[in-house]
């Protein structure tokens, strides 16, 4: 990902922070593009919380810099705090107050006039599908309701950077569809948002920027596409007979640098590709001329859980940290 921090809203560099003996961040750069979702990926303890805490001005950094909407986050702490929105694991509300009570609330924190804070809450409300429940206590509401009447309060004024640190734990999947269109509502409106998750779908059909961060720095970055290419995928071809797997696997010998996988009980083989000379076309023409009439030939890209796995398994494999120091 080729992003200067001219074009970005959001900009780290060289980020650390260090809580006792357990190192959070060592040496974090981010670029985050203005009007994009840009999902932040880690394992537990990778260091995707403290990193927001800081953007929010809610953790003091030891050492880097950076800015949010052009202010940096320690010397004009004040100014970043009215660009931003922070939705944490935890829903923000209060449990005792009706939805439309909360955020009225919110509005008149705001600083939205008494009529106008009434007209937004409403009209929220009513767009997100929570107008029939706006005045029932929150503490009635489902968990997926929560979440959603806690995002949309964000929405009353439309901020310039929502910060979202894992916003659909324990959803289920009708909820998290639902904080989905929500997101993309709010970037719709020109908001930039920067998503942790651990959730590798969710990213993938958010996020149009993704970092994937392990032990408090950056070992991988792009669009979900450049991450999944960076792996490459695979070609399964699946033969009608028994005695056609052995020919077909001479007749792909050689195109990639490993034999392929042969799985017999669904006789298919599985060929990595990456170079040139791997590609459907080729794979087809060596069947053809080797008498193999196949009964599928399909291309399959990674997923992006495996693009997740290989990154974090090879940073793990070169990195000579204690595990017990990462946060």
Known sequence: MDIRSSDAIVVTEGLRKRFGRTQALAGLDLAVPAGTIFGVLGPNGAGKTTAIRILATLTTVDEGRATVAGYDVVRQSRQVRRHIRLTGQHAALDEDLTGRENLYIFARLLHLRRAEARRRAEELLERFGLADAADRLVRTYSGGMRRRLDLISSMLVPPAVLFLDEPTTGLDPRSRNEIWDTTRELVAQGATVLLTTQYLAEADQLAQHIAVIDGGRVIASGAPKELKAR????????????????????????????????DHDQRRLSVPFGSESMSLPEVVRRLDAAGVNPADVAVRLPTLDEVFLTLTDAAAGSDDRNPATRL
Request: glycine share 10%.
């Open 231 to 262: 792996i490459g995928g695979r070609i399964d071809v699946v033969v009608h007979a028994d005695h056609d797997i052995d020919v077909a696997q001479r007749a792909l010998a050689g195109m990639a640098r490993v034999a392929p996988d042969v």
